[in-house]
């Protein structure tokens, strides 16, 4: 059964750090893509960035100098961090299974306030 | 690439059939997905390379389209289909439409 699931702080205070993890399960890292897309409340859907099943990585030209994503395949675990956090950033941040995003995690609220 | 979809928002009745387009800035060249987001949960993919429907998903829901020009039709509106509607492209780069919001008249 694939399913994925997303962890982390609910609360980031600007100028620092988020880290999220996406833990996943009933498929291999090494066989599967993992992309990161968040929505702002009230907003539509923004792709963040991709982790091939190579370990390469591509990201949204918007987020690329704040934005890194790595994974640890032993652990079946795909990792976020985006740093210089602003208030604009506060969103549910899901992981989806590509290539295709067939597989959604529930998401994960992150709000950034001081 | 960028896509733009329309109408923003779709006031439709239960039984109608209904029409969601999405244009893309650049020729997307069939790579095109469209999703389903009820609120509070997470998109649900309906649709994979303009017209394949994905396991699970009814036959109510159809997608065509070629070059820039794509759409999804539900052919027969249940109320469980109201939700926002998002078109994506993983052609060149990956890009989400703006979404439509399909509301009941």
């Known amino acids: 059964q694939v399913q994925l699931k997303e962890s982390g702080p609910g609360l980031v205070q600007p100028s620092q750090t988020l880290s999220l993890t996406c833990t996943v399960a009933g498929f291999s890292l090494t066989s599967y893509n993992v992309h990161w897309v968040r929505q702002p409340p009230g907003k539509g859907l923004e792709w963040m960035g991709v982790i091939w099943n190579t370990g390469g990585t591509r990201y949204n030209s918007a987020l690329k100098s704040r934005l890194s994503i790595s994974k640890d395949t032993s652990k079946s675990q795909v990792f976020l961090k985006m740093n210089s956090l602003q208030t604009e950033d506060t969103a549910t941040y899901y992981c989806?299974?590509?290539?295709?995003?067939?597989?959604w995690g529930q998401g994960v609220m992150v709000t950034v306030s001081s | 690439i960028q896509l733009t979809q329309s109408p923003s928002l779709l006031s439709a009745s239960v039984g109608d059939r209904v029409t969601l387009s999405c244009k893309g800035s650049?020729?997307?060249?069939?790579?095109l997905a469209w999703y389903q987001q009820k609120l509070g949960e997470a998109p649900k993919l309906l649709i994979y390379?303009?017209?394949s429907l994905q396991t699970g998903i009814p036959s109510r829901f159809s997608g065509s389209g070629s070059g820039t020009d794509y759409t999804l039709t539900i052919s027969s509106l249940h109320s469980e289909d109201l939700a926002t509607y998002y078109c994506y492209q993983y052609n060149n780069g990956w890009t989400f439409g703006g979404g439509t919001k399909l509301e009941l008249k």
């Open positions: 650049q020729n997307i060249n069939n790579y």
């Open positions: 989806a299974r590509g290539p295709l995003l067939d597989y």
């Open positions: 390379k303009t017209n």
